[in-house]
């Protein structure tokens, strides 16, 4: 008789702060981009096999030319994404 295994994943998955996820699988890979508001550089990426293991991939937004909040509220700056992938590309669509 084979033995059960249990897995623990730990929640949250990606620490800190990672708001509105948006979570795109091209092949064996996962793609994610969180919402940053205020923050620059603006809309975090992340790459995982798994969606536990990941590795940051910086920011979307990452120059002033990108990301000029001037006269947003807190909070009423950058949202995530949708991310989706066509032709190689991978696309952000609000």
Request: aromatic share 6%.
């Amino acid at each position: 008789m084979r033995q059960r295994t249990t897995r623990v994943v730990r929640n949250p998955v990606l620490a800190g702060s990672h708001p509105d996820p948006s979570i795109l699988r091209v092949g064996a890979d996962f793609h994610r981009a969180t919402s940053t508001f205020e923050w620059c550089p603006g809309v975090r990426l992340h790459h995982s096999r798994d969606l536990v293991h990941g590795r940051p991939l910086g920011g979307a937004l990452d120059s002033t030319r990108l990301l000029d909040l001037t006269g947003c509220p807190d909070s009423g700056g950058v949202w995530a994404q949708n991310l989706s992938h066509a032709d190689g590309l991978f696309h952000g669509c609000r």
